[in-house]
């Protein structure tokens, strides 16, 4: 159970908080265990349709071919929660009709996952009246836009949480771990990678041909992780 604090943004009057081992903890375990139910192995990157059938699982609905445009041109995944029942998850067509940008579609189906599993409830537990809901017709509505589908501030929490969310699901922390170890050893480095290397460049790589993400989500995961480091490379320990 997470830790319930203050919610500064104003939308309840309690929001919970996660350490981001928390969220590695049950998101490694909400992928594996789909995965294993439905393919009876765990095998990476996760299938497109994979990460669909998982929305319409815990989802009431699940509309890829949305029409986002009356909230903004940078709106590219929005998810409805009424009280009382699963949440209803849009994603902009533009997004699902764009085949170069497949990897992007993945992160924001996977950020959408995060609001219906880890956010839903909290419409339940505090549910905006019907006289709210007239004034403010999106109360129930968590629109994302691409710009923090993948990172975004602290302060603005449920953004935080489902792009973390993302990212943990796609990427797992223990199958990143085991790809880093690796590179780690076969490079002689001991600690963070720096981006500024060519072998932290490979890192990123690696990780976006073993997830199929895109370099920017892979380039967060593994900065989160503590995989990769902004600071230039210190020299091996052992020559
Ligand atoms: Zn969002």
Redesign the pocket.
């Known amino acids: 159970m997470p830790k319930y604090v203050r919610d500064n943004t104003g939308r309840f009057q309690q929001r919970p908080h996660y350490e981001p081992k928390e969220l590695d903890i049950e998101c490694e375990k909400i992928i594996k265990a789909f995965l294993t139910a439905l393919h009876g192995t765990v095998k990476f990157p996760v299938q497109t349709e994979d990460l669909k059938k998982l929305i319409e699982r815990d989802a009431d609905d699940l509309d890829v071919y949305a029409d986002l445009s009356i909230y903004g041109p940078e709106v590219e995944?929005v998810t409805e929660f009424s009280p009382g029942q699963k949440p209803r998850v849009s994603i902009s067509s533009a997004l699902t009709e764009d085949t170069r940008r497949e990897n992007r579609l993945r992160t924001t189906l996977t950020?959408e996952y995060g609001?219906v599993k880890f956010h839903s409830y909290l419409w339940d537990m505090e549910p905006p009246s019907a006289d709210l809901l007239r004034q403010q017709p999106n109360r129930n509505k968590?629109i994302?836009k691409r710009d923090t589908m993948i990172d975004a501030t602290q302060t603005d929490w449920?953004?935080w949480q489902?792009g973390y969310i993302c990212g943990a699901l796609l990427m797992p922390k223990s199958t990143v771990t085991n790809l880093c170890r690796e590179y780690s050893e076969v490079h002689n480095i001991y600690g963070a990678i720096s981006i500024q290397s060519a072998v932290g460049a490979q890192l990123v790589q690696a990780t976006v041909t073993a997830f199929k993400v895109s370099q920017e989500a892979a380039r967060v995961r593994l900065f989160k992780l503590g995989f990769l480091t902004a600071a230039p490379q210190s020299p091996p320990l052992f020559g």
């Open positions: 995944g950020h609001h968590i994302c449920m953004e489902a």
